[in-house]
């Protein structure tokens, strides 16, 4: 399978596993959901905007978005 | 790892980088705000229908796949295939609105404005600052399809995962975070 597809099937398996987890409640829930939101910009990010062939680029953009959803959920746990 | 590195055109990663943080801050605001009224705004979330925004979720990245096709095949030369995906996604962008649009419709019935709870003044103003992207994105398709060269279709092609990778981050927090 192309690196193109498996990317796009990768997305549409976590927006199916998003939208199985909304029916559950509580941090937990909310960590899951945007440790899937994660997952969904790195896959596109690094499929479709081709960083996975730019060394070390794909650290750059995924590490200050993943401090950012860090913050998120420390903002919606309190 | 050096800025030449980066595929395409270092002004369009320029572009990328500002939007997220645009989207980010207006994210981030919304969670300060909602601290000093959670219950209202987890009560306000409730009242939109999360199916429609997971449905836009799957039509958008669907139209991400053609618009990286469209890439591909530009690159290759085949102009007449680059059309064809770059019309196939900007279909998924007129999908994409459409749904938004009904969504907003039912919104409105049941009687929900921008001024109805400082969440939906959040809600209608990112979800309609994405809309009017993703209406940009639709011109900028049809604009570089026109001569279907290859450094072009591959900008318009990055605006439009620009527009899919917001949209995937700001779904959460929008639609499902309560």
Redesign the interface.
Known sequence: MEG??R??LL??AL?AA??T??FF?GRVA?AL??V??FL??RA??S?????K?????IF?ATVP?GI?LT??FG??A? | MRIEDLPGELLMWVLIASEVLVFAAGITAMASVRLTDPEGFAAAQAMLDGRMAALNTVVLVTSGLFAARAERAAAHQERRAARLFLGLAALGGVLFLVVKGMEYAADMEAGIGIETHPFYTFYFLITGFHAAHVLAGIVLLGIVGLRARAEAVQAGAAFWHMVDLVWVLILPPIYLLA
Do not use: E, N, S
């Open positions: 193109l597809t990317t796009w997305l549409v927006t998003t939208t987890l909304a409640d909310a959901l945007l899937l939101a969904k910009a596109i990010l499929g479709f905007l081709h960083l062939r730019a060394t070390g680029w750059v978005l950012w913050v998120l903002l919606y309190i």
